[in-house]
């Protein structure tokens, strides 16, 4: 229960059931006004009648009893029925026509009356505003007439009464009750709104983890258990990142302990494999010693690969980027390699044409990649004894292009491996801002190494 009070669903029924409350209170203020009013009216209803046809008798009484008709029994009247109905408006036409006394009337009325204008004035007040009665003075038309005027909103219900007395304030109050409602109600979305858009501003923000930064909670109710929510979220994937850093150190240390533990024995066995192959061996103890040699070389070559992986993964190995020929540096690394391809038979095509701009790289990294390049060639092109390296220049890049016609690196070769030569071309690439791409099919592979002009 405790819960549901600090919820939002709680704080917004308390704004309606207030502002419900306030309409009724309202209401109810307009009701007690009204039964003042009827109150006050029906406390007089002793000495007179709220209905018209009750008033119209008592008047047509009042006038038939008179029996001296002289102006003094006519004030006398007229001060009677005034204090009964402060709002009544009387006059008196004698019986020649003429004016002889007016009590409170507003109107104008003429000195003489005619029997056309009395017949005008009979059929104006008939059944119109305000409430008009005429009565002959004793009851004979010879006496004149007296004529009693009462206006027609005094009969009308008291809540009538109340609303045409206190309509602009009623209406007043209510529009302040609603406006209120609203701005309250605005109030509260616009809080909502805030607390939502920091949400969403705190999980944008990053730390130095590339990780999302926790938020201060500030209110129990839905939205605060969202952001207790996101900040165990947080929590988990700090702990999560924690884990995986100490994971990645411990595989880094192991892989490091595991490349010089292996380049021990591996010394040790290429000394050895030197020495045998000094002695007189048949024709197939040497294939058997060169295959041996190979295979130092290519596990020599995997270590060397696996840890310059691991320190790239770790943004741990060095770079000093210089500006260099990339021509004349690829023309070097293929002077070291020649010997290499033309011992296994290879069909070594060079075209390579200067470049207008010097590339920005590391030398080591740059040679490292093209090491790569023509290892794969090597290893996974025998079948098609052909190696072509060229350059490509456009108005977008250079471009150094390796191109073999082997089987493509697609299909099986005897000594595939994991692909980590390709993931070190890629990140070093990368790392030095440069671009590449290769094209694979069973008529060969082409890679170029491109520097973005």
């Known amino acids: 229960m405790k819960r549901f009070f600090q919820s939002l669903q709680a704080k917004y029924m308390a704004?309606?059931?207030?502002?419900?409350?306030?309409?009724?209170?309202?209401?109810?203020?307009?009701?007690?006004?009204?039964?003042?009013?009827?109150?006050?009216?029906?406390?007089?209803?002793?000495?007179?009648?709220?209905?018209?046809?009750?008033?119209?008798?008592?008047?047509?009484?009042?006038?038939?009893?008179?029996e001296n008709v002289s102006r003094e029994t006519i004030n006398r009247l007229f001060s009677k029925w005034k204090k009964d109905y402060p709002d009544a408006s009387m006059f008196w036409v004698g019986e020649k026509g003429?004016?002889?006394?007016?009590?409170?009337?507003?109107?104008?009325?003429?000195?003489?009356?005619?029997?056309?204008?009395?017949?005008?004035?009979?059929?104006?007040?008939?059944?119109?505003?305000p409430f008009t009665v005429i009565s002959f003075i004793g009851g004979e038309e010879k006496n004149g007439?007296?004529?009693?005027?009462?206006?027609?909103?005094?009969?009308?219900?008291?809540?009538?009464?109340?609303?045409?007395?206190?309509?602009?304030?009623?209406?007043?109050?209510?529009?302040?009750?609603?406006?209120?409602?609203?701005?309250?109600?605005?109030?509260?979305?616009?809080?909502?709104?805030?607390?939502?858009?920091?949400?969403?501003?705190?999980?944008?923000?990053?730390?130095?983890?590339?990780?999302?930064?926790?938020?201060?909670?500030?209110?129990?109710?839905?939205?605060?258990?969202?952001?207790?929510?996101?900040?165990?979220m947080v929590g988990e994937l700090k702990e999560s990142k924690r884990r995986e850093q100490e994971e990645e150190q411990l595989r880094r240390e192991l892989i490091a302990n595991l490349s010089h533990d292996l380049r021990t024995p591996l010394t040790k066995i290429n000394a050895q494999t030197y020495s045998i192959a000094k002695e007189n061996l048949s024709p197939e103890g040497k294939r058997a010693v060169k295959a041996l040699e190979t295979s130092i070389v290519n596990i020599d070559r995997l270590i060397e690969n696996l840890m310059s992986y691991t320190l790239l993964m770790a943004s741990k190995h060095k770079q000093e980027l210089t500006e260099l020929d990339a021509v004349r540096f690829v023309r070097e690394i293929m002077a070291s390699w020649y010997p290499v391809f033309e011992k296994e038979g290879f069909e070594v095509v060079i075209e390579l044409e200067p470049f207008e701009e010097k590339w920005l790289a590391d030398p080591m990294w740059l040679g490292r990649i093209f090491d790569n390049i023509l290892q794969n060639v090597l290893r996974h092109a025998k079948d098609g004894l052909y190696l072509e390296v060229a350059t490509e220049s456009t108005d977008e890049y250079d471009a150094i292009v390796f191109i073999d016609r082997g089987k493509g690196l697609n299909n099986s070769s005897n000594e595939k491996g994991a692909g980590i030569g390709l993931s070190i071309i890629d990140l070093m690439v990368k790392g030095m801002k440069l671009d590449w791409e290769m094209e694979s099919g069973v008529k060969g592979t082409a890679i170029r190494i491109r520097s973005i002009k």
């Open 145 to 232: 007439f007296i004529v009693l005027e009462i206006p027609r909103n005094l009969f009308l219900p008291p809540m009538v009464q109340v609303t045409e007395k206190y309509g602009i304030l009623l209406g007043a109050g209510l529009l302040l009750i609603i406006s209120l409602f609203i701005i309250v109600s605005f109030l509260f979305f616009r809080g909502i709104r805030k607390r939502l858009l920091h949400l969403q501003e705190a999980m944008e923000r990053r730390d130095m983890d590339n990780l999302p930064i926790g938020i201060d909670v500030q209110k129990n109710d839905e939205i605060g258990q969202l952001e207790r929510t996101f900040n165990e």
């Open 15 to 66: 704004i309606i059931l207030i502002a419900l409350f306030l309409f009724q209170a309202a209401y109810l203020l307009v009701a007690m006004l009204a039964m003042g009013l009827q109150e006050d009216i029906t406390g007089k209803k002793s000495k007179n009648e709220s209905d018209p046809n009750q008033i119209e008798e008592k008047w047509h009484s009042d006038a038939e009893e008179l």
């Open 98 to 129: 003429t004016l002889m006394d007016q009590l409170d009337v507003k109107e104008n009325l003429p000195a003489n009356w005619t029997p056309a204008f009395t017949a005008k004035f009979i059929k104006e007040r008939y059944g119109g505003d």
